[in-house]
Every structure is written in structure tokens, then in C-alpha cells.
């Protein structure tokens, strides 16, 4: 029997077609995502109907979903790092492997951090539109040397981001529950999420899973107009108090690329101190092809299926 693979991330192989092509000679047939964006959960019970494995993206994979979809589905790949979208409890359950790809994400994502903080500190957008409205308007910004930077999450991505800041000048704050202080790097503090807070000039997260880390009692802790960066969930902030905190001040300018729900039209869009991007920190085409591929062999090796190049 012809094993069939489902398609989950609607940017899959856009870029660059070999890890299709890794499916196609390995004897896999391929189904593609029919909508172009993320599958809602009566879109993706339909769409893994009679296949064999799922390439996922963020799609919602719970009990129901994996139930719907068993005994054939036998093992879910994820293109990226989280996978808190998935029921790993109902895989165990239903002898579905899963797998993701904790490396590819890394540069990519940690490049991107410090470009939104560079654009928001150097005021590079409100410059740009001043400009294209025929209005010559000059803003002073902040630089990176000597910047208390809150990292919130010292994972793959928020060490890589920390390095890259640390060649700024910038101080680096670490909170992390689950890491000693002798695994950071030269220079690098950790503090409590308390002890964090108030000095902080910048705050980025880059934690796991969907649990709120920052709400009103955080926002209230932190220095005015201070900047935030997120790039890991949009569920680790609590949207509301976010929104009090830019209308008073509290946060000066906010980057989210991970939103609470996408596509996103929140009151986030009503804010020109909001940097919104459409989570598309992962979105080089060096990172791309590493996870994808990457998330290709995974499925293969999962299904017992050589890969062929």
C-alpha cells in the first residue's frame, strides 16, 4: 500500500521543493494543504482522513483530532520547535510518534528578535513613514550598549539571542527556572522574574509552552516605557494587560510575531507602538529548507521508510 502524507504548514516547500521531493522518491504520496493558511480543527480531521503521517505546522493536533485520525496516522513530524498544539498524551495513547526540530529555528529566530529590537529602538519605522509623507522628522532613539535586556527563556533561541545581543554591549538578564547559573555565558546574570522586571530596559521571551507569564501584577513591576519582544507564544502575555500597559506607558514599544490568535486582528493592530509581524520569525529560506527537510526525515524514519536523494 502507497503511503500518504499530509501537508500541515501552508508555506511548505514554497521556497524550495526538495523536501517534496524527498516525500515523492521515497514512494510517498502527498497531500497538499487545500486552503493556503492554518487548518482549523474540523479542517485538519478532514484532511488527515486516510493518511499515514502529517508534516505539522501549528494546526491544533488534540485528542479529538489524533482519535479521528488512528489506527492509520502513525507519526506527526513538526516543522519548528513547539509543540504544545500537540496532544502528546493521545500519541502515547494511540502509538503516534511525534518529532519536531529544535535546531533549524535558531538563527533565524534569534536574528529576527534583535532586528525588531533594532527597528523599534532606532525608530526606523515611524522614520520611514514620515518620510514617505513627504515629512523630514527626526527621532531620537536608544542604542544597545549597556541596555538591561530580561531574556525569559534561555532555550536554543534565547542563548543564540543572547550572544547576539552581548555583541552590542548590551547587560543580559536570564530567567529561566530550569537552567543553573553556571550554564551561562560569560557576563550573563540570572535573576527571578521579580528581580528582572523593574531594571529591565527590554524584555524578551522566548519560554515554552502557552502558560501566562506576563500579566497585570508583571506589567505593574516594570519600568516605564519599557520595550517587549516576543517571538515564542502569544498566551505567555495576557493581551489585556498588555493593552492598559501601552496606554499608559508602562510599554513603551511591543514586537510580536507569536500572536493569540491568527491571523490576528486584535487591539494590538490599533497600536503604532506595535510592531506586528505574522509569525514569520522562521521565515528565511536557510531556516525553512533546514526544518522542512529536517521534519521530512523525521516522518520517514517514523514510518520506516528509507529516504531516497
Known sequence: MTLTVAIGPSSFAQENDMPRHLLESAGITVKENPYGRRLTEPEIIAHLRECDGLIAGLEPLNRTVIASAVPRLKAIARVGIGVANVDFEAAHEFQVKVSNTPEGPIEAVAE?????????????????????????????????????????????????????????????????????????????????????????DVISLHAAGETCILGAPEFSR??????????????????????????????????????????????????????????IATYTRQCRLDMESTAVRNLLRDLGVSART
Open 112 to 200: 529576527m528578535t534583535v532586528s525588531a529590537l533594532l527597528a523599534l529602538n532606532r525608530r526606523l519605522i515611524p522614520a520611514n513613514e514620515a518620510l514617505h509623507q513627504g515629512k523630514w522628522k527626526k527621532e531620537i532613539g536608544a542604542g544597545l550598549r549597556n541596555a538591561r535586556i530580561l531574556l525569559i527563556g534561555y532555550g536554543r533561541i534565547g542563548r543564540r539571542t543572547a550572544e547576539l545581543l552581548s555583541a552590542f554591549g548590551a547587560r543580559i538578564l536570564v530567567c529561566d527556572p530550569y537552567i543553573e547559573a553556571a550554564s551561562l555565558n560569560d557576563g550573563e546574570k540570572l535573576v527571578s522574574l521579580e528581580e528582572g522586571l523593574p531594571g529591565a
Open 222 to 279: 516594570m519600568k516605564r516605557g519599557v520595550t517587549l519582544l516576543n517571538s515564542a507564544r502569544g498566551n505567555l502575555v495576557d493581551e489585556t494587560a498588555l493593552v492598559r500597559a501601552l496606554d499608559d506607558g508602562t510599554v513603551g514599544h511591543a514586537w510580536f510575531d507569536a500572536l493569540w490568535q491568527e491571523p490576528y486582528t486584535g487591539p494590538l493592530t490599533q497600536y503604532p507602538q506595535a510592531l506586528l509581524t505574522p509569525h
